[in-house]
């Protein structure tokens, strides 16, 4: 392997990273070894290769330019939660909600798979920057891989090759990745992270939540643990700029449960209503915060690409994503049209009548099973999307002024609240959660709760996850005012009482003046919410009564929220922050009080 290593020495010169490559490279076997340098060049040579061997389908270049079409194995289409671990000396450390492996026995077993795996394959070695070049709040990673479709995805994630080499120089601080794809058999499929050594391990899979390992492996689950760490916070969070007329931006973070319309708020195009209002899209998932200088809290999108669900996006529910997907992009188990193009389940326009779905099959219109996969995705760069931040690629990262959670309740959670103080803020977002759907298994309307929206990403234990968000507070001279929200209240019909989409701008509107200082509210028993004509509805066609009913905060509902809370707390163990579980109590008893008081 002497070609490899001229190319390697080229490139850097970093001892560590030579010899720990090298010692993969003896484990694995690979017939040869691929430094990526991230060039106009090697993407078209690997673009070339990947349809070459098919792991890639060009798709109709005139209409569809550089996009490409991936087709995964059937088994293989999904993040695997009961195969991902969290590998610690202590099992406590994981916490309740996390699986747990011992190091040494997860490096043997998964070492022994790696063994060979890599025969008769390329390795490539994919040097990535988790947010933008030179930013002290960025983090730089290394994956060793045997699959080109993995390069090519990372290359459009995060910004790859050369320049996260330079910026990495002599040092040994960078993360080790470690994937094969081995035969796709979900009974060798397994996703290990190991905090400690800051070293993620993937195998089995070819999915990109489980295979592009600087996204939710390095991004959340390693990264929340080194935010502990060094004292900053990992968060599943949207970041957006909200532009007034006059040209005064606000930046605010988000988290949101799958499904409750994460992207779509990151991309967001307000109503005609707020002509002259901008919404800048600084990341769709992921945020990184730190604190500044000025004591302000500071946030990075440590990614440069979206990896977003495609089904359900459409011009109508998200046009910058649909422009952003024009081009450039990698579309995977969506459906291909005749005419060489993709097409999904909630496209705009008539749905074709045939179609080849997302398992190579004929389709036909009326077909009672899915064309696309439910979570068909696209891999897209963030440098096509129209509404991208100017301050995106800033390394000082975004100061936010607001950190808002949103869940999907049809009852209970109003349109809107803010918290009276940080700890009620973090209360909202450690009982944080989505009610079941006839599509999940189980009880339907049953609360799933899912603090901070990182049940399936955080990497350690998560009541000290929780304390470590208070602890923040004494960091933060000027922190965050903190938001929950709630588009999805629905009428005794199962009808929404709210529109949701760009009319969200109203409720937006009203939280940018909040954090402010510009608008007032009305104190309720469990938050501030908006008082009468603070919410600016012009235009909007909805009722008093909707209204009335999308903002009411039901005391019945409350005593059964806040009890279900302190279950939730007691499940989760000794290590929950005692303030929490207080704030908790004396909410309850102030509901309950209210509701003696009013019978």
Known sequence: MSN??????????????????????????????????????????LTALAVSDGTLIPLNQEKWPNCYYHRSNPNDVARVEQLTFICTPKKEEVGPLNNWMPPADAYAKLGAMFDGSMTGRTMYVVPYCMGPIGSPL?????????????????????????????MLGESNDFNRGLHSTLDCNPDRRFICHFPYDNTIWSVGSGYGGNVLLGKKCLALRIGSFLGKQEGWLAEHMLILGVESPEGETTYVAAAFPSACGKTNFAMMIPPKRFNGWKIWTVGDDISWMRV????????????????????GTSNASNPNA???VMKDTLFTNVALTKDGGVWWEGMDGEVPDELTDWQGRPWKKGSTEKAAHPNARFTAPAANNPALSFQADDPRGVPISAIIFGGRRATTVPLVMQSFSWLHGVFFGATLGSETTAAAVGQVGIVRRDPMAMLPFHGYDMGSYLGHWLEMQHSIPFPPKIFMVNWFRQDENGKFLWPGFGDNMRVLKWIVDRARGKVGAQETLLGWVP???????????????????????DLGEWDRELSSSLEFFEKLGATVPEPLVLQAKILLARVKQATAVKH
């Open 4 to 45: 490899e290593a001229t190319t390697a020495t080229t490139l850097t010169k970093n001892a560590n990273l030579l010899a720990w490559v090298k010692e993969i490279a003896t484990l694995t076997k690979p017939d040869q070894v691929v430094w990526c340098d991230g060039s106009e060049d090697e993407k078209r040579r």
């Open 138 to 166: 960025s983090k730089i990673g290394i994956e060793l891989t045997d699959s080109v479709y993995v390069a090519l995805n990372m290359r459009i994630m995060t910004r790859m090759g050369k320049p996260a080499l330079d």
């Open 292 to 311: 500044g200088p000025d004591g302000k809290l500071y946030a990075i999108n440590p990614e440069a690409g979206y990896f977003g669900v495609a089904p």
């Open 531 to 553: 008082k009468d004509d603070d919410l600016d509805l012009t235009g909007l066609d909805i009722s008093d009564e909707q209204l009335a009913k999308a903002t009411r905060i």
């Open 322 to 324: 649909m422009k952003t």
